[in-house]
């Protein structure tokens, strides 16, 4: 897990790390499949299984549009609710804006929404000042890390009535009446009502199975007491096996093509900083550092003379 990940790069930067190690977690396709893809399909199955909610029309706000928020965004909208998203990155908030998302602050929304789902790995995004401003009959759910997203602690006062209408639902009843329907306790809704489709799995298994055999067959030397990511052309080879499943069929370069891009006809066909989203800017490119570094000394010259 991310956690674990956290964990591996702390004990290497400590010198405690007494075998190499590979980080899987952030192996593109993994990445891409437990985070966006993953999400994108069990945002809904969690939601109705416990709520059986229609969500065409209903206003919902997604917090954070990272992989996990952009996944259950486009879930949502593709049901034909209204989505709003909250972000505090600016490039992250500029693609919720080019994929047709309005983006506001929670606060904003807070009295109008039917549903907040959280997805940044943030502590405190939703308060109990929040939760308070809400609607009657909201549904409120985390997609992110652990249960510090939504703060659960602060619902759990004398003056709030706890109901559970059935396994991972509680109805929180304001002493207005007003109820909140609070799933799985703000812990993540799709791992505690949802089920992992055994795709996903076998994404995250043959990259794991991968890893440990390059770690196994690597010749001495190349692997030290670090942490290391999974070989690019390691990832594509773990993407390749599961084209089949779709007859997906890849084209080929030809000899003259592979020359004209500089690359392998076999992989890797990225450079290890693409990242697969709009994010990727190319800022790292020889050639754009090399352009700053002169806009740099003609301003200063620039400046110096006047
Ligand atoms: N439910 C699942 O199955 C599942 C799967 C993978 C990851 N996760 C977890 O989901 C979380 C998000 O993962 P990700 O891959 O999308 O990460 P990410 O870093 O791509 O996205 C998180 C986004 O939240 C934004 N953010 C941070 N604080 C915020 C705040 N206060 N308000 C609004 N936006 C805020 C960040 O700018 C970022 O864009 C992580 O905690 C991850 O461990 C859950």
């Known amino acids: 897990s991310a956690m674990f ?14 075998v190499p190690a590979m980080n899987v977690n952030d192996s593109v396709t993994k990445q891409k499949f437990d985070n966006l893809y993953c999400c994108r399909e069990s945002i809904l199955d969690g939601l109705k299984r416990t709520t059986d909610v229609m969500f065409g029309g209903k206003q919902v706000v997604v917090c954070g549009y990272g992989e996990v928020g952009k996944g259950c965004c486009a879930a949502l909208k593709a049901l034909g609710a209204i989505v709003y998203v909250t972000e505090i990155d600016p490039i992250c908030a500029l693609q919720a804006c080019m994929d047709g998302f309005r983006v506001v602050k929670l606060n904003e929304v807070i009295r ?3 549903v907040i789902i959280t997805c940044t790995g943030n502590k405190n995004v939703v308060t109990r000042d929040q939760l308070d401003r809400m609607k009657n009959g909201s549904i409120v759910c985390n997609m992110g890390h652990s249960n510090t997203e939504i703060d659960v602690a602060s619902l759990r006062t004398p003056e709030l009535t706890w109901e559970r209408v059935r396994s991972q639902v509680d109805h929180v009843i304001w002493p207005d009446g007003k109820r909140i329907i609070l799933l799985a ?3 993540l809704l799709n791992l505690s009502c949802s089920t992992v489709p055994t795709f996903v799995l076998s994404i995250t298994a043959t990259t794991q199975a991968l890893a440990l ?19 690019k052309k390691m990832d594509e080879y773990v993407a390749s096996l599961h084209l089949a499943t779709f007859d ?3 084209t080929e370069l030809s000899d003259e093509q592979a020359k004209y891009l500089g690359l392998n006809k076999n992989g890797p066909f990225k450079p290890n ?26 301003c200063t010259r620039l400046f110096a003379n006047t």
């Not at 990940?5 to 007494?18: E, I």
């Not at 055999?213 to 001495?220: M, Q, R, V």
């Not at 693409?274 to 700053?292: A, C, M, P, S, V």
């Open 273 to 298: 900083y693409y990242r697969y989203t709009f994010t990727h800017f190319k800022i790292l490119k020889w050639g754009n550092i090399l352009k700053l570094i002169l806009t740099y000394c003609y």
């Open 112 to 114: 109008q929404v039917d």
């Open 5 to 18: 990940q956290v964990w591996l790069y702390q004990l290497s930067k400590a010198g405690k790390l007494c």
């Open 213 to 231: 055999i390059e770690l196994y067959n690597a010749p001495e030397g190349r692997y030290k007491q670090d942490v290391y990511l999974l070989p």
């Open 185 to 187: 306790e703000g812990r």
């Open 248 to 250: 997906a069929h890849l």
